[in-house]
């Protein structure tokens, strides 16, 4: 196996540095006094769990960059293997404004008021508590306050600018 080393020089060879790394795939959504609104966000991550926090990355170009900020709550939905299409839609690739997109997947609420997908791996229903301008992106901490776990099942992962399959793994 060949390897190389470069100094950093442009975004692309970061861009294609992270491609290298699978990360689960994510609809994160919103509603409240500003809108309605969602995404599919692959840069989530784990805080600390005293208390239970995530961090959310959203781009400055995204519409719900400003919607998320102005209703300071936020689900992090993460998807199963099979629900592909429902990233591509919440990623603005395969058709529907803001409100389309909720049109499949089935959503409910929980604590929040924002919207939890019925049919995901599991769902972190949050409130944004603090937020960090990082050159091109929002980084939104966010407290859960309530969880949803669904059915066993493989994860959506995406790597290498493709979608690919984490296996779930019995007990």
């Known amino acids: 196996m ?3 080393t470069t100094e950093l020089s442009t975004a692309q060879e970061f861009r294609d540095a992270m491609a290298c790394i699978p990360m689960a795939v994510h609809v994160v959504a919103t509603d409240g006094p500003s809108g ?4 599919t966000a692959s840069a989530v991550a784990s805080v600390t769990d005293t208390p239970p926090t995530l961090l959310v990355c959203v781009n400055h170009s995204s519409r719900s960059n400003a919607i998320l900020k102005g209703n ?5 939905n993460a998807l199963r293997a099979d629900q592909h299409t429902l990233a591509e839609r919440f990623a603005g690739r395969a058709g529907g404004k803001d409100g389309d997109r909720f049109s499949e997947g089935g959503w409910t ?23 960090v301008e990082v ?14 776990r669904g059915s066993p099942a493989d994860g959506l992962v995406y ?5 690919g399959v984490a296996p779930h793994q019995p007990e």
């Open 2 to 4: 060949d390897a190389t």
């Open 36 to 39: 309605r609104s969602g995404l």
């Open 72 to 76: 300071g709550v936020l689900t992090v």
């Open 109 to 131: 609420v929980l604590a929040t008021g924002a919207p939890v997908l019925a049919s995901g791996l599991c769902t972190f229903d949050c409130r944004i508590v603090e937020m």
């Open 135 to 148: 050159g091109t992106h929002t980084v939104m901490f966010a407290e859960v306050v309530a969880i949803r």
């Open 159 to 163: 790597k290498d600018r493709r979608y």
